[in-house]
């Protein structure tokens, strides 16, 4: 279920019959009290250790296949990109050497 946009639940009121929209910065009667956040509670070097120990068991690393696959289509996609610019290069090389041709 979504969270309503409005503090407080539902807006009261129809804004088709007449009720007009609070402003963000208008005040009104109505004002929501904001907490302040407690503070955050310190963790230990052990306690620390110990969570990048359990973050490091996640990790799931991909097969040699896997990265000679992602390596080969990386180096295809690098090639395709270098002979795209170098095409549109020579073009625009060979069309601003007619324009300033036509300078002389």
Known sequence: ????KFPGGRRTGNPAAGAKPQ???A???????????????????GQFAGQVRA??????WPSRKETWITSVMVFIMVLLAAAFFWIVDTGLGFVSR?????GQ
Not at 28 to 41: F, I, L, Q, R, W
Not at 55 to 60: G, L, M, N, S, Y
Not at 98 to 102: R, W
Request: proline share 8%; net charge positive; hydrophobic share 50%.
């Open 27 to 45: 005040a009104s009667a109505s004002t929501v009290a904001v907490e302040p956040d407690a503070p955050k509670k310190r963790t230990s070097p």
């Open 23 to 25: 402003m963000a910065g």
């Open 98 to 102: 007619i324009i300033l041709a036509l």
């Open 55 to 60: 973050e490091a068991r996640k990790i799931v």
């Open 1 to 4: 279920m979504a969270k309503s």
